[in-house]
C-alpha cells in the first residue's frame, strides 16, 4: 500500500478513534454521529456498550455482527482502547462454547450407553470435555494472546501492519464469536473452527486496510503450524502405543 494514501486512521489524529476518510475501506461507516460513535465514523460495538444495550442485548448484538458482516465490525472499530473488553468477550464466548461441547458430549455419551448397555462409558466419556469447560477461561486468553502475537508478528514481516498490536489482539478476541457454532451438532466444533479463521482473515484485512493475501498469511500460517504439531504428537503417540 502506498504510504501517502493512508489516512489518519493509520497515523496521527485523535488516538481513539482515527477517520477512515476517502480509504476505499471506510466508506458507509460515517452514518452521522451516535452514541459511541468517533468523529471520523469509527464506533464502538454494542459489547463496549453495555451500559446502553444491557449485557446479553450487548452480547447478542456483537455477536450477530461479527458473524454476519466482520468487515463492517472491524472495519469501522477503534483500535487504541484498552485489551479488557475484548479478552472479556473472548473469554466469555470461550466458556459458551465449552459448555456447548460439554453438553453435546453429554448428549453422545447418552446415546452410546443407550446402545451398548456401557454405563461406565456414559460417565467417563465427558469428564474431558467438562476439564476443558473448566478450564475454558485460561485457555480461550491464551489461545487469544498467542494468536494475536503470532498473526501480528507475521503482518508486521509481510509490511501488512498498518495498526498496532491492539487492532489485531481486537480481531483474536472478537473472532471468538464463531463458538456459538458449537451448537450445531456434530460437526458444530469444526465449523466454528473455520469460520473463526475466516473472521480473522476479514478482520485483520479490514480494521489493518492491508491486502487481503497478507492477511490470508498471517491467520493460515499459524494455524498449519498448530494444526502440524498436535497432528505430530498425535502421530508419536499412536505409533508409541502400537510399538508397545
Not at 508486521?156 to 464463531?178: P, W
Request: glycine share 14%; net charge neutral; aromatic share 10%.
Amino acid at each position: 500500500m502506498d504510504p501517502g494514501n493512508q489516512d489518519n486512521r493509520f497515523g496521527g489524529g485523535d488516538d481513539r478513534f482515527g477517520g477512515p476518510t476517502g480509504s476505499p475501506f471506510g466508506g458507509g461507516f460515517g452514518d452521522g454521529p451516535g452514541p459511541g460513535r468517533g468523529p471520523e465514523g469509527l464506533h464502538l460495538c454494542a459489547w463496549e456498550q453495555r451500559e446502553r444495550y444491557g449485557f446479553l442485548n450487548a452480547l447478542f448484538l456483537t455477536t450477530r455482527e461479527v458473524l454476519t458482516a466482520p468487515g463492517t465490525f472491524f472495519g469501522s472499530m477503534p483500535s487504541r482502547l484498552g485489551l479488557g473488553q475484548p479478552l472479556l468477550y473472548a473469554i466469555i464466548l470461550g466458556l459458551l462454547a465449552a459448555l456447548l461441547g460439554w453438553v453435546w458430549s453429554l448428549t453422545g455419551s447418552s446415546l452410546r450407553t443407550l446402545a451398548s448397555g456401557d454405563v461406565l462409558h456414559g460417565i467417563v466419556g465427558p469428564v474431558p470435555s467438562f476439564v476443558a469447560f473448566l478450564a475454558s477461561p485460561l485457555t480461550t486468553a491464551l489461545d487469544v494472546l498467542v494468536r494475536a502475537a503470532l498473526m501480528h508478528l507475521l503482518l508486521m514481516l509481510l509490511g501488512g501492519n498498518q495498526l498496532g498490536f491492539e487492532a489485531t489482539f481486537r480481531v483474536a478476541a472478537y473472532a471468538k464469536a464463531a463458538g456459538v457454532l458449537a451448537l450445531l451438532p456434530f460437526c458444530g466444533g469444526f465449523v466454528a473452527v473455520l469460520w473463526e479463521l475466516a473472521i480473522d482473515v476479514i478482520g485483520l484485512y479490514r480494521i489493518h486496510a492491508t491486502d487481503p493475501w497478507r492477511a490470508l498469511v498471517a491467520v493460515l500460517a499459524p494455524a498449519v503450524l498448530c494444526f502440524s504439531t498436535i497432528a505430530a504428537a498425535v502421530l508419536l503417540v499412536v505409533l508409541g502405543a502400537a510399538a508397545s
